[in-house]
């Protein structure tokens, strides 16, 4: 346990903290695990960004702090970091789960690696990887100084990746989950019926399935005929069926996803029968 302690410490640190003195920060204490601070550290964290409280989340970085999300170019200052995480959370409805599985402490830095997931309502996987952060201890209280997120490889752009889309619409949908299938939609996304008008918005697209769904709970079936993978882009084109109160119609769809950030979201979507 040491000698991965100390393999991480000089690799994982040094890459996250080029610039910050060891030395001003009590660098001459031994390094020692600190799982206690890092769990509860992870527990505030969770707690504000699942209550949607943006604010709070920023409350726990360092005024100078930079934070590198996946997909994304770095962030500095806790102003910057607000706002990013202000729009992740969106109109809520998302669960993200923190599993520190290592910690570091050395004077007044906190170095924790662990895991991420993020959950839709209806507890189906929308993203996971890893992270990173150096907590700094500033005027006795903890505050992240750095930190780095990593999207799992296996949710990377593959064979599999279109399937897995697929799936994670028709289980929101068959749940009759109406918050969960708008967590899969971009702020900004545009749904389209023939012949009827378009629904642009996250929010809209949430209300146009739950008035869909009528206060019943209709099922239903994708069967994806073309794909297209180009870096974080996914074009899925194919054919699906509803069935609703014994009655079953048939037609097809088009979705343009994008890997926003740790998660897939659709941009663009076209339904017709």
């Given at each position: 346990?040491?000698?991965?302690?100390?393999?991480?410490?000089?690799?994982?640190?040094?890459a996250?903290?080029?610039?910050?003195?060891?030395?001003?920060?009590?660098?001459?204490a031994?390094?020692?695990?600190d799982?206690?601070?890092?769990?509860?550290?992870?527990?505030?964290?969770?707690?504000?960004?699942?209550?949607?409280?943006?604010?709070?989340?920023a409350?726990?970085?360092?005024?100078?702090?930079?934070?590198?999300?996946?997909?994304?170019?770095?962030?500095t200052?806790?102003?910057?970091?607000e706002s990013?995480?202000?729009?992740?959370?969106?109109?809520?409805?998302?669960?993200?789960?923190?599993?520190?599985?290592?910690?570091i402490?050395?004077?007044?830095?906190?170095h924790?690696?662990?895991?991420?997931?993020?959950?839709?309502?209806?507890?189906?996987?929308?993203?996971?990887?890893?992270?990173?952060?150096l907590?700094?201890?500033?005027?006795?209280?903890?505050?992240?100084q750095?930190?780095?997120?990593r999207l799992?490889?296996?949710?990377?752009?593959?064979?599999?990746?279109a399937?897995?889309?697929?799936?994670?619409?028709?289980?929101?949908y068959?749940?009759?989950?109406?918050?969960?299938?708008?967590?899969?939609?971009?702020?900004?996304?545009?749904?389209?019926?023939?012949p009827?008008s378009?629904?642009?918005?996250?929010d809209?697209?949430?209300?146009?399935?739950?008035?869909?769904?009528?206060?019943?709970k209709?099922?239903?079936t994708?069967?994806l005929?073309?794909?297209?993978?180009?870096?974080?882009?996914?074009?899925?084109?194919?054919?699906?069926?509803v069935?609703?109160?014994?009655?079953?119609t048939k037609?097809?769809?088009?979705?343009?996803?994008?890997?926003?950030?740790?998660?897939?979201?659709?941009?663009?979507e076209?339904?017709?029968?």
């Open positions: 346990m040491n000698r991965t302690l100390g393999n991480r410490f000089v690799v994982g640190l040094a996250m903290i080029v610039g910050t003195s060891l030395t001003a920060c009590g660098g001459a031994t390094p020692a695990e799982k206690a601070d890092a769990d509860q550290l992870a527990a505030t964290w969770i707690k504000a960004f699942n209550a949607g409280d943006a604010a709070a989340v409350a726990l970085y360092a005024e100078d702090a930079h934070s590198m999300p996946t997909g994304g170019a770095a962030i200052g806790r102003s910057a970091i990013y995480w202000r729009e992740d959370i969106g109109s809520g409805g998302a669960v993200t789960k923190l599993t520190p599985s290592d910690s402490v050395q004077g007044d830095l906190l924790v690696d662990g895991t991420y997931e993020v959950a839709g309502k209806d507890g189906v996987t929308l993203g996971k990887g890893q992270y990173q952060q907590w700094r201890r500033i005027d006795s209280q903890w505050k992240v750095h930190e780095i997120w799992d490889p296996s949710l990377q752009s593959g064979p599999q990746t399937d897995r889309l697929a799936s994670l619409w028709t289980t929101a068959n749940a009759g989950d109406a918050a969960g299938l708008m967590a899969l939609y971009d702020k900004d996304a545009e749904l389209s019926t023939r009827n378009n629904v642009v918005g996250r809209a697209i949430g209300s146009f399935w739950k008035q869909d769904f009528g206060g019943g209709p099922s239903t994708l069967t005929t073309d794909v297209y993978m180009s870096g974080d882009l996914a074009h899925l084109e194919g054919e699906y069926d069935t609703d109160k014994g009655q079953v037609g097809h769809y088009v979705q343009l996803w994008k890997q926003d950030g740790d998660a897939w979201r659709i941009h663009r076209m339904w017709w029968q």
